[in-house]
């Protein structure tokens, strides 16, 4: 109890501090800080921020603090959305033998976020990607990577009367993060936010882009074989402004879609939503007894009752 009380303590100083210790001591040093500042980053090659304005490639270098001199093989005839700027730091990555990894809000508590070379701040992408034709059809919005879920629900509610079939408790997760951890609401009878995800445009080694998807009804699926070669050809010849190659197999976007952050750099996830719905909270106070056999444990009747059902 005096350890935990210990570190919640230590925790609210850090949260009230470190805004004043970052601009007295590193105001001219890029140094990322998830949510209560327990954990923080400085990479030692560049922090980079995707922004959906078009760059040139030596802008997008030079903004990310890289050197003009190490552009490489990577090549481009004119400006690079979003999806390019991160497809060009990927590949100047591979090039180099550094490690990059993107990072959101910083909801997560873990050293999964840590990386001394690259770090990619995403919460600059946070558009609808959609056509407002998607929605109206078959129910489904495609949204940046780095939008946070609060805004998103907002968005589908007032644009479109939808609504995701479940959010995770905190909301201030980007959809990203949301789902490459598999985060997941309080409903006994709902599955976690990724499993409404039905298709992924990634970054991955490299800076090949790649959209991932599951096959439609009696559309056949692409074998684990097909997919490796085609992405090491897309490897070997390069070329940023290259439209992403199309992967359909099941098992590739079940493991995208809760990655950890090790698979790529989610760029865009299109999800299946609902009609939009309400819910109605219930509270009770209840006395329930633990039985001396933990094996004979039953939920009473009352709480499956209350529990979100629909």
């Not at 939503?273 to 444990?297: N, S, V």
Request: a positive charge; proline letters at 4%; charged letters at 20%.
């Amino acid at each position: 109890m005096g350890i935990c009380h210990s570190t919640n303590n230590w925790r609210s100083i850090l949260q009230i501090v470190h805004i004043v210790v970052r601009w007295c001591c590193y105001s001219n040093m890029s140094i990322f800080y998830n949510y209560d500042s327990s954990i923080c980053v400085q990479p030692l090659v560049a922090m980079f921020r995707p922004v959906n304005k078009p760059q040139n490639l030596r802008d997008l270098f030079r903004n990310a603090g890289i050197k003009e001199g190490v552009l490489s093989k990577i090549v481009s005839n004119g400006l690079l959305t979003a999806s390019e700027q991160i497809s060009a730091i990927l590949r100047y990555a591979h090039e180099h033998n550094l490690k990059a990894r993107a990072v959101g809000t910083g909801a997560s508590w873990s050293n999964i976020i840590c990386c001394r070379d690259i770090l990619i701040d995403m919460t600059s992408l946070t558009e609808l990607v959609t056509d407002d034709l998607k929605p109206k059809c078959n129910r489904t919005v495609e949204v940046q990577g780095g939008i946070v879920m609060r805004n998103l629900v907002k968005l589908l509610d007032e644009k479109y009367d939808l609504a995701l079939p479940i959010i995770g408790f905190y909301a201030g997760q980007t959809a990203a993060g949301m789902i490459a951890t598999s985060s997941h609401g309080s409903s006994y009878f709902k599955r976690s936010v990724s499993n409404a995800v039905v298709a992924m445009d990634l970054i991955i080694s490299g800076g090949v882009r790649i959209k991932v998807r599951r096959p439609r009804l009696k559309e056949p699926e692409q074998s684990l074989e097909f997919v490796s070669s085609s992405l090491k050809q897309l490897r070997d010849n390069f070329s940023v402004d290259r439209k992403p190659f199309e992967v359909i197999n099941s098992n590739i976007f079940r493991s995208c879609a809760v990655n950890l952050g090790c698979l790529g750099v989610v760029y865009s996830i299109t999800f299946a939503c609902e009609p939009m719905f309400y819910l109605e909270e219930i509270r009770q106070t209840a006395i329930i007894h633990w039985p001396i056999d933990p094996g004979k444990f039953d939920i009473p009747e009352f709480l499956w009752r209350m529990m979100w059902w629909r």
